[in-house]
């Protein structure tokens, strides 16, 4: 039974990340009430996508100049600015969350509420000790960074994702406990600007989800790069002061590494727990996302989900994906959209850079399907001897059959560019023969990669 007490809206929306953009005109006359309990905006926009890249292109740019000898200009980096490199970022960023957050309290058919929301029974949800309820409620509540449990690890001043991007100096060293996506950027941005770096991963290779040739290039380039402890394990850590130490085990041998900076990026969890969605009987699966049906319904009639809390793919464009079709979907009931995912790409931004769609060579080779692969090298086009680039490819596979490309994984400069007309082409349906031979590569354009890739199918 609903309290007399609740508060009655049409939509609640738990979330201020992706779930802000559901509110399309079609909900102009629609009761909203908008649940967050951080700042506007999520993870992408304050400690994700937008401020990693606006260093990562500044640590690029930092890896130009480092690297311009080869190219016969002797330039050096005189001094590294942070702190105007760091406000340059959230100097641009901060302002717009409390800006958007303005905009919806102004709305008269919107009310924001700021706290944690907590399911009291399947339609009604507790913020702040009120009680409101929805015929249709929105759980878009995002994901966090996995802290893992590390002896002494609870009695150090560690960073994650949401923290190290506003230190107020380079660090001297900074140990990185993780080998995926998170850790190699940051390992990219601060390497870049002065800072010694320690990788520890429990695997063997760094971005091990990534297709099996990418994943041993990019891991032996940072092994150049950075301090490497593969397939180790952290025994504990240690504060004295400003130095954090870390004992590693790996391979039977021991270390202990002393820096003055730490990040944990293992990877993130769901926010689903925070939800209490027992209470309204939500399902969830045993990573603890919860689970939804092509339309992004629950299993709950009138509760949807989607972003981070549902999508282990955890991608800012497929939360954006399927906001739009929950958006339309509550509208519309009569007839439902599904959010049209596939083929899923992503990209890394480090140094190297890596894009991927579709399959991996080892996830054919397990499924037992047929396949062919091609493999282009940068060096071996036009571009790429300008580039005097000798370590990258675009590696490319199909079905021998259909000739469908079935994945693609480039690792090298502009890959998260090059690989588009990819995913394009995966889209659509084209055979590998159609994509290379029926339209006209600009030469010696960066583009030719991709073609003689193809080409070689």
């Given amino acids: 039974m609903v309290s007399h007490a609740a508060t009655g809206f049409d939509v609640i929306i738990i979330g201020a990340g992706s779930g802000n953009s559901l509110l399309t005109p079609d909900y102009d006359n629609v009761r ?55 406000n340059r970022v959230f100097d641009r960023i901060d302002p717009i969350p409390p800006s958007g957050k303005a905009y919806r309290e102004s709305l008269e058919n919107v009310r924001v509420f700021t706290g944690e929301a907590r399911f009291v029974s399947p339609h009604v949800m507790e913020v702040n000790g009120e009680h409101i309820t929805a015929e249709h409620i929105v759980l878009a509540a995002g994901a966090r960074p996995m802290v893992p449990h590390v002896d002494g690890l609870d009695s150090v001043d560690f960073h994650t994702s949401d923290t190290i991007m506003r230190v107020d100096e380079v660090p001297e060293h900074l140990i990185i406990f993780g080998g995926g996506y998170i850790a190699t950027e940051m390992a990219h941005v601060f390497g870049s600007l002065g800072s ?52 590693v085990r790996s391979d039977h041998h021991m270390h202990e590494l002393t820096g003055d900076a730490l990040l944990v990026a293992i990877g993130r969890v769901p926010n689903g727990d925070t939800l209490n969605l027992g209470a309204a009987g939500v399902e969830v699966d045993a990573h603890g996302f919860i689970v939804t049906d092509e339309y992004l319904r629950t299993n709950v009639a009138g509760i949807w989900a989607l972003g981070d809390v549902t999508n282990p793919n955890q991608l800012k464009h497929v939360a954006n994906a399927e906001c739009r079709a929950v958006a339309h979907n509550i509208i519309h009931p009569d007839h439902l959209r599904t959010a049209d995912l596939w083929p899923i790409p992503h990209a890394v931004f480090a140094d190297p850079q890596v894009a991927s769609v579709g399959e991996t060579e080892q996830s054919l080779r397990a499924a037992g399907k047929p396949y062919i692969t091609a493999v282009q090298r940068y060096a071996d086009v036009a571009y790429g001897w300008a580039m005097e680039d000798t370590e990258h490819f675009c590696k490319v596979i199909a079905d021998p059959d259909t000739r469908q490309l079935l994945g693609a994984h480039i690792i090298g400069p502009q890959s998260s560019v090059l690989i588009q007309q990819l995913i394009q082409g995966m889209k659509f349906g084209q055979t590998v023969d159609q994509m290379a031979r029926e339209q006209i590569y600009i030469h010696p354009s960066l583009s030719e990669l991709v073609e003689n890739a193809l080409l070689q199918l």
């Fill in 196 to 247: 010694r770096i320690s990788i520890i991963t429990r695997g063997p290779r760094l971005l091990s989800r990534e297709d099996e040739a990418v994943s041993e290039r990019f891991t032996e380039l940072y092994c150049k790069r950075f301090g490497m402890y593969l397939s180790s394990h952290v025994e504990w850590v240690r504060q004295h002061g400003r130095d954090i130490t870390v004992k």
């Fill in 32 to 86: 909203v009430a908008i649940v967050e309990k951080d700042i506007f905006g999520g993870t992408c926009l304050n400690r994700g996508c937008i401020p990693t890249k606006i260093l990562v292109y500044t640590a690029d740019v930092a890896m130009h100049i480092a690297n311009a000898a080869k190219f016969g200009i002797d330039a050096t980096i005189d001094k590294v600015r942070w702190t105007d490199i760091r």
